[in-house]
C-alpha cells in the first residue's frame, strides 16, 4: 500500500486520525494489545510510523482514544435506558440495562480491562486530565439518573455506586475471561468453578449489591 502524503487541513488531520484509530481497531479485533505496536498501526492505516505521532504520543494514547470514544457511546445508552420518560425503572431493569449495554459492547469490554493497568500508564497529563474529567462528568450523570430510578439511594450514593459498579465490571471481565494457558487448564481438571459467564455474574453481583442497599437501614 502507498504511503499517503502528510494531511495540510484540519478534513485532512480529521480523516487522518480517524484512519489510524479504525487501523488500530481492526488490529484489536484480530489480535491482542500487546501484540500491536505503533509500526503496525502505521502500516495498516497506510501511513509512515513518523505521521502516527503527529497525533498520538504512544500506543496507550491511541487506544485511550478508542476507549473514550466506547465510553462515551456506553453513557449514552445507559442516560437513554436510564430517561424517566418511561417511567422509573426497577433494580432487575436497572442491572439487566447494564448487562445489556456491556454485552453489546464486546470493543468496550476488552479495552476496560486493561484500562488502569495499560492504558493509563503511559499517556501524557494533559490526555489524562481530559479522560478523568470526561468520567467524571458521565459518572455524575448517570449517578443522578440512577438516583432517579433508584428511591433508596441518598443524594451521592448514585454517583458512588456506579464507580464501584464499575469496579466490578473490570473484576469480572477479568475472571471472565482466562488466558489460553489458564482457559486450557480449566477444561483438563474439575475447576468449574473458576468457568465464571459474564453478563450472569454482574446480574446476581450487581442485583445482591443493589437489594442489599435497598434493604439495610443506613444513617
Known amino acids: ?107 468496550f469490554m476488552r479495552l476496560i480491562a486493561i484500562l488502569h493497568t495499560t492504558l493509563e500508564q503511559n499517556i501524557p497529563l494533559e490526555i489524562a486530565l481530559e479522560f478523568k474529567r470526561e468520567l467524571r462528568d458521565g459518572a455524575l450523570r448517570i449517578g443522578s439518573l440512577l438516583e432517579q430510578n433508584l428511591d433508596f439511594l441518598k443524594p451521592g450514593e448514585g454517583t458512588t455506586l456506579f464507580i464501584r459498579t464499575q469496579g466490578l465490571i473490570i473484576g469480572l471481565q477479568h475472571i471472565a475471561n482466562p488466558s489460553n494457558v489458564v482457559a486450557e487448564a480449566l477444561d483438563r481438571e474439575d475447576l468449574t468453578l473458576f468457568d465464571v459467564n459474564f453478563a450472569a455474574a454482574l446480574t446476581e453481583t450487581l442485583s445482591i449489591l443493589l437489594i442489599g442497599l435497598k434493604s439495610i437501614p443506613r444513617g
Open 1 to 107: 500500500m502507498a504511503k499517503r502524503t502528510r494531511a495540510v487541513n484540519d478534513e485532512q488531520k480529521s480523516q487522518r486520525r480517524e484512519a489510524i484509530l479504525g487501523a488500530a481497531l481492526e488490529l484489536f479485533r484480530s489480535g491482542s494489545f500487546t501484540d500491536i505496536n505503533v509500526a503496525s498501526v502505521a502500516t495498516r492505516a497506510g501511513i509512515a510510523k513518523g505521521t502516527v505521532y503527529l497525533y498520538f504520543q504512544t500506543k496507550e494514547e491511541i487506544f485511550l482514544a478508542l476507549h473514550r470514544r466506547a465510553y462515551a457511546e456506553w453513557f449514552s445508552a445507559l442516560e437513554s435506558g436510564l430517561s424517566l420518560e418511561a417511567g422509573r425503572r426497577s433494580i432487575p431493569k436497572v442491572v439487566a440495562l447494564f448487562a445489556e449495554t456491556l454485552e453489546s459492547n464486546p470493543d
